[in-house]
């Protein structure tokens, strides 16, 4: 009896299943460049991947209110990965082949990039990793496909570090002095390292790594090592519920928060709303662009996005940290086949290979900025066949108690020493991989 | 009617120890497979292969070996994670540091590390049961996860700690395309699956079970629970080693410890509980419902909502997706505690008496 039971209720499930499937390709053929979007909405770093997965929307809307890429519609669609590895590559093949073809993908999780990056080159689809993912990719002779633009985590760590030893006076002050690295236990995490071995070589300052075990809501243990080492400053490689965890613990220690210096995943409102005015001094370095409720784009997308009732997330979150992340994610994304248009006809599609031409050939100057309304948000970014970064560019803000507020100038990272290391780096995934360098017809494609 | 075993008479030793004894058995595998290796081909897509199929028969794979492990042998294990991702990262070295290795030699190899590494932490089985033991293989778990966070030489010194395949290549033949993927999985998930199937029906087997049902009475008639009980992690260890290797090799490609991580274990465990224990047919069944079911899910929800006319948010699919899916397995659990296997047992045993089921 029970097993009729049950072949009735499958049987009526599949009918409607069927009926479904029947009802969803209704939707009309038009012109549109697809931007799939990878979210965290759940899972561990659901309260700042939201904020990016809505920055990212709203300005795909401000870019069709604006009348499309030269006329070219763009389209989102969502798929939630909570942060999986596993998830996320099913997410990226679920998305890659819809709407006409996915344009890029920007997975914002360092395990799904290092996974992408084995099928991107397969898929001929670019994939840009704005301050995450491998650092090493910023080489675009070996990386072909993977554009980390505007920086990486080593540009994150180098002038988070130019910023400290500003702060003390210039890097020979630093000689002596213990640095302790929080970490994320996973390629997210161990990505910076790198760059502070290689500058803690230089200047002669120790650094005392504390890694922390995912999703990092444990941390009791190293901060009391903290608090019995005393290290003169703390640098926090974290990210979603593992910054606030982090800070909490720190003022239980009574670590000093102007001592504590987190990296750009490390530093936004989510993050310090809740704590408030005890995690005063605490700062983080910004690539490119922080908080920035000012300025013209968020103005922008206000009036033409939310007051038509057309925002995906809260009025309020307009200007964050993290939203103007994904803001800039998708101007990014957008210029970038812009770029694409002018080379292979302007108002038509781009598939993902032209788009990566865009990518590779980006000329984002300040004029372009401004007018896009990034004034005092972003400095020019131009990528090369050899640079898929394009700019290195950063600022350290400061939180307040209630917001940040700049507490430096313009930082540029050390090419001298990055370049070395990522080639190094990526020299070694090319010999790993058995790949050769593009050469010079190569980068023309 | 048509399942029945009537006339089939046997004359003989050989036929009477087949591996499918009723005729009807045969002729469905039989479909089954040539379903399996040529129907799916001919309507699969890119999706249904990649990020489906070959998910599927992988973590198959490593069900069917913690089955032999939990459901055939009763020692409930709780580091099925840990052995994968030893599978996984000693296949990697073996094809890294090895000039020339073959695919098939680097993944059999890391089957066999994860035996190695299997047996030892079977050792306390000898002396703990149960609930207990599960909690000594958790050791297993952490101590591989620190293992391959902390040791560089295992990711060939890589900084982020995430090491990567690609160009894979089978005898000099590229496999690539999702195909030719899906069909090495679906090759070593069939070997694999016939192999456990007659260990389980050997004496290798019997003993397994035993041990299982009774280890006291196991070792009054003579079985030797030492040799059992490793003999079970041994063989349990190795296919899911091998499963780990293909994990990380065919369906991620590149991977970092959490990709076998504590939860992975607990998928596992999940898999051949719902699916049903000591059956292989539950470890596919198991395996389906935890990996194909939240996708579909997943999936379904925005097209419910698109009839309905109603967009449905991410993050509320999300969320949606995992109650529904605690719902499903209370409710099956609750239906049949003894997993989905059961059921098609009960199937096979009403068609047998078909059209009079009682």
Known sequence: MKLRTLAQAALLALTGLAGLAAAVPAAAQEKVQFFPSLTGRTGPVAPNATQFANGYADYMKLVNARGGINGVKTLVEECETAYATDRGVECYERLKGKHGGATVFQPLSTGITFA????????????????????????????????????????????????????????????????????????????????????????????QMLPVPAPGVEQKAIWLQVRQQRPDFVVMQTWGVMTPTAIKEAIATGYPREKMFGTWWSGAEPDLRDIGAAAKGYSAVMMQHGAEPGSAVAKELLDKVHAKGQGTGPKEEVGQVIYMRGVVGAM?????????????????????????????????????????????????????????????????????????????????????????????????????????????????? | MFYRENGQFKTSYRDDQRVFPILQDRFAIGLLLAFALIGVPLFADEYLFRAILIPFLILSLAALGLNVLVGYCGQISLGTGAFMAVGAYAAYNFLVRIEGMPLLGAILLGGACSTVVGVLFGIPSLRIKGLYLAVATLAAQFFVDWAFLRISWFTNNSSSGSVSVSNLNLFGIAIDSPFEKYLLCLTLVVVFAMLVKNLVRSHIGR???????????????????????????????FIVGVAGALWGFVHLGSWEPAAFSIDRSFQLLFMIIIGGLGSIMGSFFGAAFIVILPIVLNQLLPALGNVVGVTISTAVIAHTELMVFGALIVFFLIVEPHGLARLWSTLKEKLRLWPFPH
């Open chain 1, 116 to 207: 992408l990056t084995e099928k991107v080159p397969v898929d001929k689809i670019p994939m840009i990793t704005s301050g995450y993912g491998r650092s090493d990719s910023a080489d675009g002779g070996v990386f072909k496909w993977n554009f980390p633009l505007i920086g990486h985590y080593w540009v994150a760590g180098d002038t988070l570090l130019q910023h400290i030893a500003k702060q003390e006076g210039g890097w020979d002050k630093l000689k002596g002095k213990k640095i302790a690295v929080v970490y994320h236990d996973s390629p997210f995490g161990k990505e910076l390292l790198p760059i502070m071995q290689e500058r803690s070589k230089m200047y002669g300052f120790e650094l």
């Open chain 1, 332 to 445: 990014l994304a957008v210029e970038g086949v812009r770029a694409a248009q002018e080379r292979f006809g302007k108002n038509k599609v781009m598939t993902g290979e032209q788009a990566r031409w865009g990518y590779e050939n980006l000329n984002l100057t300040q004029p372009k900025l401004d007018a896009l309304g990034f004034k005092g948000v972003m400095r020019p970014v131009s990528t090369s066949c050899v640079d898929h970064m394009g700019s290195a560019w950063a600022r350290v803000h400061t939180w307040d108690g209630a917001k940040f507020t700049w507490a430096s100038d313009w930082l540029q990272a050390d090419d001298q020493i990055i370049r070395p290391l990522v080639k190094a780096s990526a020299d070694k995934y090319a010999a790993e991989k058995k790949l050769t360098r593009r050469d010079g017809a190569d980068c023309q494609s």
């Open chain 2, 207 to 237: 003993e397994w079970m035993a041990i299982r049902d009774m280890d006291v009475a196991a070792a009054v008639i003579g079985i030797r629970p030492v040799y059992a009980k490793l003999s079970a992690f041994a063989v349990s260890s």
